[in-house]
């Protein structure tokens, strides 16, 4: 289905809902990989049970001025053995020939998982596997893959359940660490030679201040809150995420994929709706930012569409803000 050409700051796509878009650049192309909201009036809770998505539409776009496409469906829920409900937030990586999809969804005890699937092409189909990744947990796997190693991102908090796994294992009445505590970070893991599991424990990510300091769960305007991504520009990391309640994508430096990352300020100030959510991608010599907002439905928090904005570099490599609606 051909869909409109790019504009600055417009839904790429305006016949479903989209969001959380993870974008990559596979075989020449711009591949857009969102969550696909559905058209449901629910009320929003903290738990994020809004979010009750059941499949995965691919978008890609030849270049600037081609049409957005519209893949159509390329995973569903009711083909994926072990997954209850909630497709989440999605990413996509390619290894030898072959192209992997992973996202987060509920097992059958309501516990949020991550899962993998695999296809031939990047637009898809693909065939999940039969059970979620051995030690999976929590929420919005970003996947970076650096030469022949390839590392996942993950977690969020609240809906995300990443408070509930501060031991390593569920506890579904844990909560999150008091306001002047270290923030919980996103975990990473490094990914085996197939890419189908942990190839390690994952590890929590440290994010800290220019003091060197942790940043404290107190701290609302620079905390992880969900959604991390990765990328690296001239040698170094960027690990980039959602301050959740305070409605920020933010990021943070360092020098190697682990960490440690300090922070360094805001990429793009709120938008319309609770959530927000990236990726930044380089695309034909410019660097692009996906994000999403609630515009296309007037503001509901469960129907989001995907956007892109050009991202710039100051010369220091610190990012400019950018202001959504300036
Ligand atoms: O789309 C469902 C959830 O909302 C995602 O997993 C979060 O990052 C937030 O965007």
Redesign the pocket.
């Given at each position: 289905m051909k869909m409109k050409t790019l504009k600055w700051g417009e839904p790429l796509v305006t016949h479903i809902y989209t969001?959380?878009p993870s974008a990559h650049v596979f075989e020449g192309k711009l591949y857009i990989y969102p969550?696909h909201d559905l058209d449901h009036e629910q009320a929003s809770n903290d738990n994020?049970d809004q979010?009750d998505?059941e499949d995965y539409h691919i978008l890609s776009m030849d270049g600037f001025d081609a049409a957005c496409v519209d893949h159509g469906e390329a995973l569903h829920l009711r083909d994926i053995p072990w997954a209850k409900q909630q497709l989440?937030?999605p990413d996509a990586a390619y290894k030898d020939g072959t192209y992997y999809l992973f996202f987060?969804a509920r097992d059958q005890d309501s516990v949020f998982r991550i899962g993998v699937a695999t296809g031939s092409s990047p637009a898809g189909p693909f065939e999940p596997q039969p059970s979620y990744m051995p030690g999976s947990f929590s929420?919005?796997p970003a996947v970076f893959v650096e030469g022949d190693e390839a590392y996942m991102y993950f977690g969020?908090l609240w809906g995300?359940q990443l408070e509930k796994w501060q031991t390593g294992a569920f506890i579904a009445n844990a909560e999150g660490p008091a306001p002047d505590a270290p923030a919980l970070g996103p975990r990473v893991a490094r990914l085996s030679r197939d890419m189908l599991t942990f190839e390690e424990e994952p590890r929590e990510v440290s994010i800290v201040g220019e003091d060197g300091l942790p940043i404290l769960a107190g701290d609302e305007d620079r905390r992880y809150f969900?959604?991390p991504w990765m990328h690296t520009y001239n040698g170094k990391y960027y690990l980039s995420y959602?301050t959740g309640t305070t409605h920020k994508l933010v990021y943070a430096i360092g020098d190697h994929p682990y960490g440690p990352f300090t922070f360094q300020g805001t990429i793009l100030t709120p938008v319309v709706g609770w959530?927000t959510?990236h990726s930044i991608v380089e695309f034909q010599g410019r660097w692009l930012l996906f994000y999403h907002d609630s515009s296309l439905s007037g503001g509901a928090d469960n129907k989001r569409c995907v956007k892109c904005a050009e991202l710039q570099y100051n010369e220091d490599g610190t990012i400019r803000t950018i202001d959504p609606y300036a």
């Open positions: 969001a959380d969550s994020g979010y998505m989440w937030a987060p929420i919005d969020g995300g969900e959604g959602s959530t959510h």
